[in-house]
Nanobody
Framework: QVQLVESGGGSVQSGGSLTLSCAVS????????MGWHRQAPGKERVMVAT?????IYAPFAKGRFAISRDDTKNIVYLQMNNLKPEDSAAYIC???????????WGQGIQVTVSS
């Protein structure tokens, strides 16, 4: 069973930056799509960014966030710049194996942006 461990969250002022990391216990080969989602209290979980052969961003993330992966270390990153209070949420790592069509969610990590 693949396990995901997120790190790098915390509190930051508006305009600040944070880098989230998601360490994967298994291999993240080309048939694995990794992604970050977020969920604010009382709101639905939404996709922030995904990465496989291409990178896909939610409109609110374009130009401010950057997703990357290091397949040698099995780690996925989310660099977040120019953070806004509305970015405050639990950020959740997502692993999806395109071959087996199985997915795993991380526990989530809190990001709080103050104005």
């Amino acid at each position: 069973q693949v396990q995901l461990v997120e790190s790098g969250g915390g509190s930051v002022q508006s305009g600040g930056s944070l880098t989230l990391s998601c360490a994967v216990s298994g291999s993240i080969r080309s048939l694995v799509t990794m992604g970050w989602h977020r969920q604010a209290p009382g709101k639905e979980r939404v996709m922030v960014a995904t990465i496989n052969t291409a990178k896909i961003y939610a409109p609110f993330a374009k130009g401010r966030f950057a997703i990357s992966r290091d397949d040698t270390k099995n780690i996925v990153y989310l660099q977040m710049n120019n953070l806004k209070p509305e970015d405050s949420a639990a950020y959740i790592c997502r692993y999806y194996n395109l071959e087996t069509r199985t997915g795993v969610w991380g526990q989530g990590i809190q990001v709080t942006v103050s104005s």
